[in-house]
């Protein structure tokens, strides 16, 4: 019974869009007299992309490999940045008072506001993309790992002090594994922020690979269909690292490292 109800619980929403994205397509060819994939048409293209036809001079593979590529470079960038940043304002008064709003105003910047920046910068290529996906990672990394370590109950810190831990101790083992629940909350804000970043920069920055290529190109040829599988491809990679990767790691450590208390 309970294996039936999560199936169902997965099954059931992806029967909705489908249907709804049916609904769509007859509705936009009748009243517009244009031609909209439906689910049917998509998966067919999809299944000739899998055998290897070419999209754009390369393949389903080529595009979607090099996507994920430079998605994993900017977030290991990101993350890199912003645990380190978050780590630094967390154990340093001086770092956090004289730091603190710059994540949170670069939270507020949208993704694609970096485009031009990104291009004045590095010019159109892999660097501007990669430096779009880090610059939109970072804070929600930094401002979630600094949350973290504040979050950690305080007497926790008095007990670990009483039995003599200094500071560098009291920091790796009480600080650092308070902290990794909010930490991988952050990854997860950050990959997903990036991931979606990712797309748009290989629409306006890229140079000839990625899914987010793939999709404003397809265009100019009316293979709207090819479009369409690079955006269910987006999605299935999103949802994939997202509940089968992040979420199990972050349910993982809560068990295991959570020092924050629970609420009665």
Known sequence: MILLKKILHTLVPVLIVLCLWQVVAQWVEFFRGVSFPTPWQTFSRLSTLIRGEALLSHSLYAHTLISLQRWLIGFSIAAVLGVGYGLAAGRFKWVETLTSKIPQLLILVPGLAWIPVAILLFGIGETATIFMIAIAGFAPIAINTLAGIQLIDIRLIQAARMMGAKENALFFTVLIPG???????????GLGTGWRVLVAAEMVV???????????QARWTLDYASSFVCIAVICIIG????????????KKTVRTWSLIPEKQ
Do not use: D, N
Not at 206 to 216: E, Q
């Open 206 to 216: 890229g140079t000839g690979t990625g899914l987010g290529y793939a999709i404003i």
């Open 239 to 250: 949802l994939l690292f997202e509940h089968l990767f992040l979420k199990q790691i972050e």
């Open 179 to 189: 902290a990794l629940p909010s930490m991988l909350s952050g990854f997860r804000i």
